[in-house]
Antibody
Framework: EVQLVESGGGLVKPGGSLRLSCAAS????????MSWVRQAPGKGLEWVGR??????????DYAAPVKGRFTISRDDSKNTLYLQMNSLKTEDTAVYYC?????????????WGQGTLVTVSS | NFMLTQPHSVSESPGKTVTISCTRS????????VQWYQQRPGSAPTTVIY?????PSGVPDRFSGSIDSSSNSASLTISGLKTEDEADYYC??????????FGGGTKLTVL
């Protein structure tokens, strides 16, 4: 069974930093493309960014609102995904979800974590 | 950049069938797969349809997905509605310049 468990959320002041982690199990982590998606209170889903598998280059892509402030990385030896968030703004307040896109029965399926809440407030 | 447009809300009675649309603003809907996610109140999203019309293991066959090139849209159809289907539903797709694009979400009420 695929499991994605996020941690590291909490309250941080504007301009501060936070690092989220996502511990993965139940699938071959090193082969998966991993993403972060966020949801502000009462709003829809917003893609934050992704990192490809190392065999596919290990490159990262980011949404415009977070580019230059957020960094996604992975440690395949620990089956863990990270989101380093710097220069946080109040509009970054959201639940952050970790996603794994992996091949199952010949198709690509997205699996979601349960999310971790980040609150940016003074 | 393209957008995916969904109705804000739909409602239907238990046992009936409902269809939620997702219209792509530019580029062909058939060029890139569409996914559908269900988010029940207070819970994380889960995938109910991937690659236009495929169901993950454990998703009931009451859920089906399709695309219509003539209207440049994708649809999620839920038949035999149950109260447990009440949730927000989001479509998602991509292209070479936009790795992930979400629709705005549709609130399904089963009354």
């Amino acid at each position: 069974e695929v499991q994605l468990v996020e941690s590291g959320g909490g309250l941080v002041k504007p301009g501060g930093s936070l690092r989220l982690s996502c511990a993965a199990s139940g699938f071959t982590f090193s082969n998966a493309w991993m993403s972060w998606v966020r949801q502000a209170p009462g709003k829809g889903l917003e893609w934050v960014g992704r990192i490809k598998s190392k065999t596919d280059g290990g490159t990262t892509d980011y949404a415009a609102p977070v580019k230059g402030r957020f960094t996604i990385s992975r440690d395949d030896s620990k089956n863990t995904l990270y989101l380093q968030m710097n220069s946080l703004k109040t509009e970054d307040t959201a639940v952050y979800y970790c996603l794994a896109t992996t091949v199952v029965a010949g198709g690509l399926i997205d699996y979601w974590g349960q999310g971790t809440l980040v609150t940016v407030s003074s | 950049n393209f957008m995916l447009t969904q109705p804000h809300s739909v409602s239907e009675s238990p046992g009936k069938t409902v269809t939620i649309s997702c219209t792509r603003s530019s580029g062909s809907i058939a060029s890139n797969y569409v996914q559908w996610y269900q988010q029940r109140p207070g819970s994380a999203p889960t995938t109910v349809i991937y690659e236009d019309n495929q169901r993950p293991s454990g998703v009931p066959d009451r859920f089906s997905g399709s695309i219509d090139s003539s209207s440049n849209s994708a649809s999620l159809t839920i038949s035999g509605l149950k109260t447990e289907d009440e949730a927000d539903y989001y479509c998602q797709s991509y292209d070479s310049s936009n790795p992930w694009v979400f629709g705005g979400g549709t609130k399904l009420t089963v009354l």
